[in-house]
């Protein structure tokens, strides 16, 4: 139903970057890979320094930037006024598209830049992470599963995926899915 909202809109209002882009997110969750590309290169051709879409391309784990893509990312970089966000996001594409040509030094410059800026504007504390993991360890016995036995959905097959970002969960849930 969603991509119908999203076909809809922008019938309406067919020059909307943002909006391709979200659209390519639901194509891809719903299947459809080839088609999410497509949206989310008609975002980026309706607003170049949109990084995130250069981003949810890369986030599509199979798809192989072209090298006029590298080449328009790198350029990007260098224009002073693209934001922070789009700024780490440039870095983490690129960071994937000279992985897959095989640049590994230059690909960890990208991850490194695109982390420092991602750090920056987070403020990740690992002392807190830490501290959240050990109460959490703490709470979750098997006692406290057990006396909860009878909640959640009836079916006997969910699956929850947990997990960090860019530790692999999402690769993990592709994995599932496809079986």
């Given amino acids: 139903e969603s991509l ?7 019938a309406k209002h067919p020059d909307q970057a943002r909006i391709w882009m979200s659209y390519g997110h639901a194509l891809a969750t719903a299947g459809r890979p080839q088609n999410s ?3 989310y290169r008609r975002g980026i051709a309706l607003n170049p320094t949109l990084g995130e879409a250069y981003y949810s391309l890369a986030n599509l784990k199979t798809f192989r930037f072209e090298e006029t893509e590298v080449q328009a ?3 990007n970089l260098k224009i002073a006024d693209v934001s922070g966000g789009d700024r780490a996001h440039f870095h983490f594409a690129l960071g994937k598209a000279l992985e897959d040509a095989g640049s590994y030094a230059e690909s960890f410059e990208h991850y490194a830049a695109g982390n420092a800026l991602r750090h920056a504007r987070v403020g990740y504390d690992a002392a807190a992470t830490t501290d959240f993991v050990q109460r959490a360890k703490r709470l979750f016995k098997k006692e406290f599963f057990a006396s909860r036995e009878d909640f959640g959905a009836p079916a006997a097959d969910p699956i929850f995926i947990v997990g960090l970002p860019r530790a692999g969960s999402t690769l993990v849930e592709q994995i599932l899915a496809s079986h």
């Fill in 73 to 75: 990312m790198r350029a």
């Fill in 4 to 10: 119908e909202i999203y076909a809809d809109v922008l």
């Fill in 37 to 39: 590309v497509a949206a």
